[in-house]
């Protein structure tokens, strides 16, 4: 097996001048983001990516069926817009094979006419977030207005800061190749999967591509989150009046 192989189910047709990485992070925030405007707009599949980077494992199906892992492509076209995106649920597991895949992701980009990215994650605060702002770093400094005036903030900027794998990566090297990059990356506690968090990453990202998503979905999501969220809330509280009976 090589580094990584890329399989494109179809060849015809694909290209596409914006590509939205939403792979696992803090809080699944972008894979969430990500997710939710594929499954509302109906994009299809087009490539699989497979690398000795990936965790040493398969996946098995509801039919008791071995895969490999993988990382896919997805690609819609309509009146409003046409979208790459990249998914999965697996990054690399060493520094060397997040720079090795993040250029064939380039490489991918770059051949279907990618000419701006967006890569969506979240910003690990360490505690609950009522609203979420979505703090945002650009690879070129002519994009901080376009993005301000979406609703990002780079009020995060101030005290400096890095953003790890492939969010980052994609900036990095891609600015190289001239593909302009805008990271977002919804504010959320860090510590559960927050769709709270990617409804306001949502909001901007439409913005941003100018189209229209339904957020009903994650809306819900985030509702069930906050039945989750009020539970350990009160447990938390409990176990505090409990310490405060201890030491009374």
């Known amino acids: 097996m090589e580094n990584v192989t890329v399989n494109f189910l179809r060849d015809d047709d694909i290209t596409a001048p914006v590509l939205i990485e939403g792979l696992p992070g803090i809080g699944q925030v972008g894979k969430l983001t990500a997710e939710h405007i594929m499954h509302e707009l109906g994009a299809e599949k087009i490539a699989e990516i497979f690398s000795l ?127 302009e990059g805008i990271c977002l990356m919804g504010e959320t506690s860090g510590y559960i999967v927050d769709p709270k968090s990617a409804e306001s990453l949502l909001h901007v990202l439409k913005n941003l591509l100018n189209i229209e998503i339904d957020p009903t979905l994650l809306q819900q999501r985030a509702e069930d989150m906050e039945q989750i969220i009020a539970k350990i809330r009160e447990a938390e509280e409990m176990k505090a009046d409990e310490e405060l009976s201890y030491i009374g």
């Open 53 to 179: 980077h990936f965790p040493p494992q398969v996946i098995i199906d509801e039919e008791g069926v071995s895969h490999l892992v993988s990382n896919e492509i997805y690609r819609y076209a309509g009146e409003d817009a046409t979208l790459l995106f990249l998914v999965g649920d697996f990054q690399s597991t060493s520094a060397e094979g997040h720079y090795i895949l993040t250029e064939t992701y380039l490489d991918i980009a770059e051949e279907l006419g990618v000419q701006r990215i967006y890569t969506l994650g979240g910003y690990g605060v360490g505690h609950l977030v009522e609203n979420s702002r979505v703090f945002a770093a650009v690879n070129m400094p002519e994009l901080i207005p376009e993005v301000e005036a979406a609703g990002g903030s780079f009020e995060n900027a101030q005290n400096g800061g890095v953003i790890v794998g492939a969010s980052g990566l994609l900036l990095g090297l891609g600015v190289h190749r001239g593909i």
